[in-house]
């Protein structure tokens, strides 16, 4: 068919590819161009009238149509394999993990003082799974979950144990999230804290590229003593501790368990790496990496510690939250009053005697003291989100990066006197949890109870990688699109072996080992003060919920039988002795 002057003759597919493609490109270019609008004839109404030539040589088409022969007609297959080959375009995956960041999240509305501006405009413009759980509230055991695909209770791999000695007989030849990407043609690179000890905690080789750890040399800092988390002698990722130790250790002394339970206003000078803090130096390693243009797509993982204990980060972000100011989590006094015997030992956490005794011990403001340092760690983090965010956004991947940041679980302040994870109430499981596809700008919500276990099917999906058939979470492709889908499955979580929660949009069920059990309304009861499990009357909850308990729990690694683990020996501590201790009573 002819087309003006130059007579360049179209195939029909070709036409409607430009027509579809092209269509809404004009007023755009015209709203962007630097010449004015007065060269262009405008209609009646005012609009401006742009001719076919004008057309396109504002759209580039001008080119395109350049190269068509006036003789031939472009074959249909050429278009044909011209779609194919954009839609086969994989995305880069930018994927931020952060250690034990519970809902704090302004967006999420946990604590209504929070500074999270970065990770809210995150969600403000992506997906925003509101109702998100860990697959367990524990740090090792959720994260080999997400980067396995697998449920702690098709593993057995409940706790923060070393789990590298099981991992051929467990995963066979299944694919860790990161050695998918690889096998299938993404540069893998990672920073920080992706598995627990590290970027791996075993099969090495799914990075392409790593930053070094984040190691302390100067020997006066190291000389304190005080500190945790050596997985090897260079591996400093959770100092620095406050420079006397901590609450914990003045008040109950140097070899106490649990001491890491304590917080620090640092001044740069206290801060390794000339006042470096590791998660600043994980962040600056990252937007070098999104600054860069990369032969092929890419993988870029970023495992940020704070706001893990001990909580502390540099003085500005405490200065955000005046003391006096800050608002306490609500609690009741008879809080623990019905909760079964299993719950109350998961809530005594890991310092002698117990984490709210030791607490209410060291000071009359020491627990407000720590729910101000979360916030400000919280704050800090963000700042390390932001600047990741604001990297990709003016570099030169901006356009073709999805973007996933998620936590490994919550954490407790004092809610059913619990100072930890570790447990499976609300605090502990629920995890802030979104996803922002390339180009996205409109936010959406998805209130549905959803599980980490779902990212590595959902990631898959999304770059269009082969689905692996050991994936035991369910793809939210179709919920990025449409979040009012329904999901029919709940999320479940696990601490320890057949202690289980499952969670849907109205109900939390907990059933124990022991066959003890929890029942709280998510409406009427957020804060899981009054438990219904023993009223008769939802029984028929009761049942509707149990179908969906693991069938199958795999023993521990390396247990032939279940002969109990830390939660029956704290038990038969409190049975030998004066029982439960008052304050879980």
């Not at 031939?72 to 880069?92: F, I």
């Not at 990709?392 to 940041?405: D, H, I, R, Y």
């Not at 029942?519 to 219904?532: A, E």
Request: hydrophobic share 35%; aromatic share 10%; with cysteine.
């Amino acid at each position: 068919m002819g087309y003006g002057k130059a007579r360049v003759k179209i195939t029909k597919c070709l036409a409607i590819t430009i027509i579809k493609r092209y269509w809404r490109l004009p007023r755009l270019r015209l709203r962007q161009c630097k010449f004015s609008l007065h060269k262009f004839s405008k209609d009646r109404e005012g609009k401006v009238m742009v001719s076919r030539r004008q057309f396109l040589q504002l759209t580039g088409l001008s080119p395109l149509l350049a190269t068509a022969s006036c003789s031939k007609p472009v074959p249909e297959q050429t278009v044909a394999e011209a779609t194919a080959a954009r839609a086969s375009r994989k995305p880069n995956v930018l994927f931020i993990c952060i250690d034990d960041l519970n809902d704090w999240i302004g967006s999420l509305r946990g604590h209504p003082q929070a500074k999270t501006p970065n990770i809210d405009r995150l969600m403000s413009s992506g997906v925003n799974f509101t109702n998100a759980h860990c697959s367990a509230p524990i740090c090792s055991a959720s994260r080999n979950s997400l980067l396995t695909g697998l449920k702690p209770s098709t593993t057995g791999w409940y706790t923060n144990a070393k789990f590298e000695h099981s991992v051929d007989d467990i995963l066979k030849d299944i694919p860790t999230l990161p050695e998918h990407f690889k096998n299938n043609g993404y540069k893998t690179m990672a920073g920080g804290k992706i598995f627990h000890t590290g970027v791996s905690d075993y099969r090495h080789h799914q990075w392409h590229e790593t930053l070094p750890e984040y190691v302390i040399t100067n020997e006066y800092l190291l000389g304190r003593g005080y500190g945790y988390g050596r997985y090897g002698d260079k591996d400093h990722k959770y100092y620095p501790f406050p420079k006397d130790g901590g609450q914990i250790v003045q008040a109950l002394g140097p070899d106490t368990r649990g001491k890491s339970l304590c917080w620090g206003a640092l001044d740069r000078k206290d801060i390794p790496h000339n006042g470096v803090m590791p998660d600043e130096y994980i962040t600056n390693w990252a937007v070098k990496q999104l600054q860069q243009t990369h032969d092929q797509p890419f993988f870029l993982a970023a495992g940020f510690i704070r706001p893990h204990s001990p909580f502390t980060a540099p003085k500005e972000y405490f200065d955000l939250f005046p003391l006096e100011q800050v608002q306490m989590p609500e609690i009741i006094d008879d809080e623990m009053a019905d909760i079964p015997l299993y719950g109350k030992a998961m809530a005594l956490g890991i310092i002698d005697g117990g984490d709210h005794a030791a607490v209410t011990q060291v000071s009359d403001s020491f627990w407000r003291e720590l729910v101000r340092a979360n916030l400000a760690c919280i704050a800090f983090v963000d700042y390390q989100v932001g600047k990741l965010l604001d990297a990709l956004e003016a570099g030169p991947n901006s356009t073709n990066t999805l973007v996933v940041l998620w936590s490994d679980h919550g954490q407790n302040f004092g809610e059913h006197r619990n100072w930890r994870k570790m447990t499976l109430w609300q605090e502990s499981t629920h995890v802030p949890f979104v996803i922002r596809l390339p180009g996205q700008t409109q936010g959406k919500v998805c209130q549905q109870a959803v599980s980490l276990l779902d990212i590595y099917p959902t990631l898959t999906a999304l770059c269009q990688l082969p689905a692996v058939d050991a994936n035991e979470g369910l793809s939210l492709a179709d919920l990025c699109i449409n979040p009012s889908l329904e999901r029919k499955p709940p999320a479940v979580s696990t601490w320890g072996y057949k202690n289980h929660a499952v969670i849907t949009e109205t109900w939390r069920y907990i059933q124990y080992r022991d066959g003890s059990e929890e029942l709280y309304h998510n409406i009427d009861d957020p804060n899981q003060h009054y438990n219904l499990a023993k009223m008769p009357e939802y029984q028929a909850v009761k049942n509707t919920l149990q179908i969906w308990l693991p069938k199958h729990n795999q023993l521990p690694p390396g247990m032939s039988e279940f002969t109990g683990d830390f939660l029956e020996q704290r038990i038969n501590q409190w049975q030998q002795a004066n029982g439960v201790p008052d304050w879980l009573s």
